[in-house]
């Protein structure tokens, strides 16, 4: 009672469930819209960011997840497969887990942050890396799943997957009783930006909303596919999570441009390292570096004048920063050994 039920039981008219199916949720959504001051000052917009890393497994998957794993539940898979940068797969694990289904991932070489793997684990998932990157495994997973139907395919190629993510949109404008002038996301497999905007034009068209916000989503220069207008073949960046080179939901991306006024942008990894220090340092919110590149992006916006002044603007951050502890320790100093006086721990403070 009073509690927050999950995406499909919050917005089940909106969600592609029967009556009689099973709801596998873990409480997923209803996420905060946390005001971010110090962006709002530096941008001169009122920004919020949607903390999707307050999700159960800690990113935005879960959204999509609840629906996927629901839908292959009622389906009579009795195996899940993703293929993964380690988001989708933390979540896919867990999902599964509470469904009593087994889960495999497929994951590329190395290039896995710490935390998503650990999750994997702990669900007890089969992790299986192939040597190739992201759009390798997604490749290999569509096959698997289309040879073996007693597989469900739980990537956002599902639009399952994309119908649970469009929770997010009803839920900011919920939140602010309107849609934001503009949204930036960060876009990897494109899948989200998909979702948004399914999201916000289903309440448009409902008139929830008056009016839709400009859809701006922003990729990592080394893997920047939607902004070069063709794929990249060796996708880099430090932000793991969106190292992607061939992002499955292609159109439904440059749809969401294009229709919504708005753009793709490429932040380099300094833009986002910055940023992601920022949030930490100056916000108080730790979020994953590919989360970042939705406020570098928004930083960059405002620099070179897209971003229009006053503008209610709403950023993601998709995911934890717990996710990759060892970016977040990467330049970080070793701890102070003091005495054990509390005049040493005040003077650390500067207090004495
Ligand atoms: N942010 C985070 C933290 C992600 O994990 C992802 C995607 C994105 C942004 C981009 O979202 O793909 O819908 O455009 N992660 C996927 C995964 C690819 O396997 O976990 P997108």
Known sequence: PGQWPGVIEAYRDRMPVQPDWTVVTLGEGGTPLLPAPRLSELTGCQVYLKVDGANPTGSFKDRGMTMAVTAALADGKSSVLCASTGNTSASAAAYATRAGMTCAVLVPTGKIALGKLAQAVAHGARILQIDGNFDDCLELARKTTADYPAIALVNSVNPTRIAGQASAA???????????????????????????????????????????????????????????????????????????????????????????????????????????????????????????????????????????????????????????????????????????????????????
């Open 170 to 352: 009803y839920e900011i404008c919920d939140q602010l009783g309107r849609a934001p002038d503009v949204h930036c996301l960060p876009v990897g497999n494109a899948g989200n930006i998909t979702a948004y905007w399914h999201g916000y034009r289903g309440y448009h068209a409902d008139g929830v909303i008056p009016a839709l916000p400009r859809m701006f989503g922003f990729q990592a220069a080394g893997a920047a596919p939607l902004v070069h207008g063709a794929p990249v073949s060796d996708p880099e960046t430090i932000a793991t999570a969106i190292r992607i080179g061939a992002p499955a939901s292609w159109k439904g991306a440059t749809t969401a441009r294009d229709e919504s006024n708005g753009k793709f942008a490429a932040v380099t990894d300094d833009e986002i390292l910055a940023a992601y220090r920022m949030l930490s340092a100056q916000e108080g919110v730790f979020v994953e570096p590919a989360s970042a590149s939705s406020v570098a992006g928004l930083l960059q916006s405002h620099a070179d004048g897209s971003l229009p002044p006053g503008s209610l603007a709403v950023c993601t951050v998709t995911g934890h920063g717990l996710k990759d502890p060892d970016t977040a320790l990467l330049t970080a100093p070793d701890p102070e050994i003091v005495p054990i006086d509390p005049g040493a721990v005040a003077a650390a403070l500067e207090l004495a």
